[in-house]
C-alpha cells in the first residue's frame, strides 16, 4: 500500500483560497486515479474531486467551479486548488486513490470562518 501526506491547510476566511498537496509513497501512485475527499464533523467522508491518471477530472457538485483537482505523477503529487470557500467546505481534507484502497493518512484541517 502507499503511504499518503497530506498537507496544505489551514484557516481562512469566507471566499478565500488555500491549495492542499498530497505525497504518496510507493509505485501506485502512477498507475492509480487519484481522488481528494473530505469528512466534517459529524458526518461521512465523501469524494470532493478526483483525477484520472491521464488528468480526466471530476467534482462534487457544489465544488464546481472553485475547485481545481491536479496532479503531478513525476512527483507523486496531487493538488487541490480550493479559491472562494465557504464554510461548509470546512472539513479534514484527505487523499487517496479513487476507489479509496489505502489507508487514509492524518489528513489536513481546511476551517472556514464566515
Known amino acids: 500500500q502507499a503511504q499518503l501526506v497530506e498537507s496544505g491547510g489551514g484557516l481562512v476566511q469566507a471566499g478565500g483560497s488555500l491549495r492542499v498537496s498530497c505525497v504518496a509513497s510507493?509505485?501506485?501512485?502512477?498507475?492509480?486515479?487519484m481522488g481528494w475527499y473530505r469528512q466534517a464533523p459529524g458526518k461521512q467522508r465523501e469524494l470532493v474531486a478526483r483525477?484520472?491518471?491521464?488528468?480526466?477530472?471530476n467534482y462534487l457538485d457544489s465544488v464546481k467551479g472553485r475547485f481545481t483537482i491536479s496532479r503531478d505523477n513525476a512527483k507523486n503529487t496531487v493538488y487541490l486548488q480550493m479559491n472562494n470557500l465557504q464554510p461548509e467546505d470546512t472539513a479534514v481534507y484527505y487523499c487517496?486513490?479513487?476507489?479509496?484502497?489505502?489507508?487514509w493518512g492524518q489528513g489536513t484541517q481546511v476551517t472556514v470562518s464566515s
Open positions: 487517496n486513490t479513487y476507489p479509496a484502497v489505502n489507508s
Open positions: 510507493g509505485r501506485t501512485f502512477s498507475f492509480n486515479a
Open positions: 483525477i484520472s491518471r491521464g488528468g480526466t477530472t
